[in-house]
């Protein structure tokens, strides 16, 4: 070539390079441009990759994107990729910066054997997706390729490559080639699973030679499909789809991709399999042998096998059972709120309960009447707890057996009137402990047993247990007498003529007439006027004499004033404001029976009102409350300051004090000394404040039998105007009988109150 034609060349490409310089320049700030030329791929993008190829000696390693960030592996085998490790080294080339660049063109004897790069360690292609924009156009360039060399030098940082079919040799860092230079294990996926937990449509279990367990989750409860029909238990399924949704496979666990090892390990006839299907595609885990306290495992469509962790196969080695759902029935109420009506139903009566805005629960039928709102809502928060105990028998052939076939008790729970029912379900029998009863949800074959407590009961009382508990009520500030009889003896008291609502004033007219005790007498009024009964236990007693109610414990009679009027008030009948009309008065009678459980102390007892026919339960405390006092058990009153002298008499000793001229107390028997401290108003004040147990008799006649003949021990307090005498006479029991001058009546008191004086008078030592 002639020289001139050299120089217009040269000239020719001098103007091509500098147009492209100067157009490249002017795409680019300036301080962009500069950071493009140091970047190694500068117009890469992770996102546009589909497709890894990575070369290192015989190895080839393919990896291809299947969409939704997934990535599988399909050289040398065909495998579900780690997708973190893949966008770990997608990542790398983004910010691959140039250390520095040897240039083929102005480098002396250039090789690229000099960097390792004649025959590269690792190659690395990446295929763009089809139509990636690339510097601005599409198509242009297909896929990236990088050819990693040797180190710079031994224990350097830094790393040859060459990018394509460029001669020209960058130095880029050598973490790069550590996040690149994957083997095929790094590249296997390390989770057994992948799938949305949301998106998990089936799953089947299958264990040795049992039948395989199928769950299938519809409006998102899961329900047992086979080997038989039944709602299944949707926290164990959930569980068991987060413990297999976390399992990870560690890197050395890998065993073998070899084909004919499946038989070695165990995994041609699995011990077993659980299948997770989503509405995409169905994975299936298969386990074999155990090695230590692992267990071979390998999925299907995979060449992988694995060991995990034999903790899995205890935790889904379940029996069918196991699968199924512990809790007889679902629905939501808190308490009853939300639902508005109750079906229960036997061959020989029906119970409608319903919901009203005025009276809270009414029944309906057989009778309307108001129902017990405590009952039904502790009724219907226990079955809506019951939890299945046993499963007894799905076959749907023996309800008979289990009472379940023409006699069960049919209940149904309803949260809208005339929508249908929102579960009904059947109970049967007891077993023969009467612990569990037999039931079955309606429409369903199988027989559970469930706990009977606070609930079988209940639901065989049907009515009795329902209806409202209320058997006595009226104004308690309407009750004008009280009759108690009980012991024998029969108590009057009324109201005293000077009596008012807000200063309310009794008097027993018999056994004695005396002031009655307002606390106790409230005490009584009150608890009549509103009467529950603890349980109902028959309409119509045939037998009072079952209950003992022929023949009373007790019998606690109220009249009261019938008239809605407010009480005290008075219809004038006649211009003289003494003529008034009489109100109505009424009187009912409560019956008190035998205890329910006569060997505990506090038991229940058998009771009903003397115009109805109805025989029910009242709690021990109702009848403490009758059996109280309905006068004062203070034995004295007198005023302590007046006290001169008090004599004690004790079989162990006799002791005498006396106040001084100085009044001041002193001892006079057994010795004379003046006492230190109180201790004779200590004996005085003991003594005001002693009240007895209870009135054994309301006189002072035929005391010899009490022992107060020859009493065991009395205290004699003399006063200004007369003397103050306390007597305790016989044991009775846990009890001694006591009496005093100023009470014409005889007490029972405890004997610990007793010997509790007797150490204040007499044992204690007096210094």
């Known amino acids: 070539m002639k020289f001139r034609t050299t120089i217009i060349l040269l000239i020719i490409a001098g103007i091509g390079a500098a147009y492209i310089f100067l157009y490249d320049k002017k795409q680019y700030r300036t301080d962009v441009w500069v950071q493009r030329q140091q970047m190694v791929l500068p117009d890469y993008k992770p996102g546009q990759i ?7 000696g015989d190895t080839n390693i393919v990896l291809e994107s299947t969409g939704n960030e997934n990535w599988r592996m399909v050289e040398p085998l065909q495998l579900r990729a780690d997708k973190a490790e893949v966008a770990e080294i997608l990542a790398q080339f983004e910010f691959l910066r140039k250390i520095g660049v040897v240039k083929e063109s102005e480098t002396a004897n250039f090789s690229l054997k000099e960097y390792g790069l004649e025959t590269p360690g690792l190659v690395v292609s990446l295929w763009l997706k089809k139509g ?21 030098a031994a224990g350097q940082d830094t790393v040859y490559i060459t990018v394509g079919d460029d001669k020209d040799v960058s130095v880029v860092g050598a973490k790069f080639l550590e996040k690149v230079n994957k083997g095929i294990n790094d590249l296997r996926n390390k989770w057994a699973f992948e799938y949305d937990k949301h998106s998990v449509e089936r799953v089947r279990l299958e264990s040795g030679e049992n039948e395989p367990v199928v769950c299938s989750k519809a409006e998102q409860l899961w329900w047992i499909t086979q080997p038989l029909s039944d709602r299944a238990d949707t926290e164990r399924i959930q569980d068991i789809l987060n413990e297999l949704k976390n399992l990870k496979i560690a890197k050395e666990d890998f065993v073998s991709d070899s084909e004919e090892d499946i038989i070695n390990y165990g995994l041609d006839k699995p011990v077993f399999s659980i299948s997770i299907g989503t509405t995409d595609n169905v994975q299936t885990l298969h386990l074999g042998h155990r090695l230590d306290e692992k267990v071979y495992a390998k999925l299907d469509g995979e060449s992988s096998i694995f060991l995990v962790h034999d903790i899995i196969l205890r935790d889904l080695d379940l029996e069918l059972n196991d699968f199924r759902d512990k809790q007889l029935l679902r629905f939501d109420a808190i308490g009853t709120y939300g639902i508005e009506k109750i079906d229960m139903k036997t061959p020989d009566s029906s119970l409608v309960m319903e919901k009203t805005v005025q009276y809270d629960w009414m029944i309906k039928s057989p009778k309307e009447i108001l129902a017990d709102r405590d009952t039904v809502r502790e009724f219907v928060e226990k079955i809506k707890d019951l939890q299945i105990q046993q499963y007894v028998d799905d076959s749907g052939e023996n309800f008979e057996k289990y009472g379940l076939a023409d006699s069960p008790i049919e209940v149904s729970v309803f949260r809208r009137i005339g929508e249908g029912e929102t579960v009904k379900f059947f109970i049967g029998n007891a077993d023969e402990n009467g612990g569990l009863c037999y039931v079955r949800r309606d429409g369903e074959d199988a027989v559970y047993t469930v706990p009977t407590e606070n609930f079988y009961e209940i639901a065989k009382a049907g009515y009795l247990a329902f209806r409202d508990k209320l058997v006595m009520e009226f104004p308690k500030e309407t009750a004008r007498k009280i009759v108690i009889e009980r012991d024998g003896k029969t108590l009057i008291c009324e109201t005293a003529e000077d009596s008012t609502m807000h200063r309310p004033k009794w008097n ?35 037998n009072l004499d079952n209950y003992g109610l022929d023949k009373p414990l007790l019998k606690a009679s109220v009249t009261y004033e019938a008239s809605d009027m407010a009480a005290h008030s008075a219809e004038v009948i006649s211009e003289k404001s003494d003529l008034v009309k009489p109100k109505e008065l009424k009187t009912k009678t409560l019956l008190i029976g035998n205890k329910v459980e006569p060997e505990k102390d506090k038991s229940n007892y058998y009771a009903k009102v003397n115009d109805q026919d109805m025989v029910f339960q009242v709690g021990w405390t109702d009848v403490r409350d009758y059996s109280i006092e309905l006068v004062t058990r203070e034995l004295f009153s007198f005023d302590s300051t007046n006290a001169k002298s008090i004599k004690i008499i004790h ?9 001084n001229e100085e009044h001041m107390w002193q001892m006079i028997k057994p010795e004379v000394m003046l006492l230190s401290g109180n201790l004779a108003d200590r004996i005085i004040s003991s003594l005001k404040l002693l009240r007895g147990e209870s009135i054994v008799q309301y006189s002072n006649k035929d005391l010899s039998k009490y022992g107060f003949d020859n009493p065991q021990f009395t205290i004699t307090i003399n006063l200004d105007e007369a003397d103050v005498l306390f007597l305790v006479g016989k044991e009775a029991g846990n009890d001694y009988y006591v009496t005093g001058s100023e009470t014409n009546f005889v007490y029972l008191m405890n004997k610990n109150k007793i010997e509790e004086l007797v150490e204040a008078c007499v044992v204690r030592e007096i210094q």
Do not use: C
Request: without cysteine.
């Open 50 to 56: 589909n497709k890894i190829e990575m070369k290192k």
């Open 132 to 152: 990636s924009m690339v510097g601005g156009t599409a198509g242009d360039i297909t896929r990236y390729t990088v050819n990693i060399g040797d180190r710079l």
């Open 508 to 542: 027993m007219v018999s056994p004695v007439a005396m002031e009655a005790e307002l606390d106790s007498i409230n005490q009584v009024v009150w608890n009549l006027s509103f009467l529950m009964a603890d349980k109902i236990v028959t309409l119509s007693a045939e």
């Open 651 to 659: 079989p162990e000793k006799e002791l005498l004090f006396q106040k």
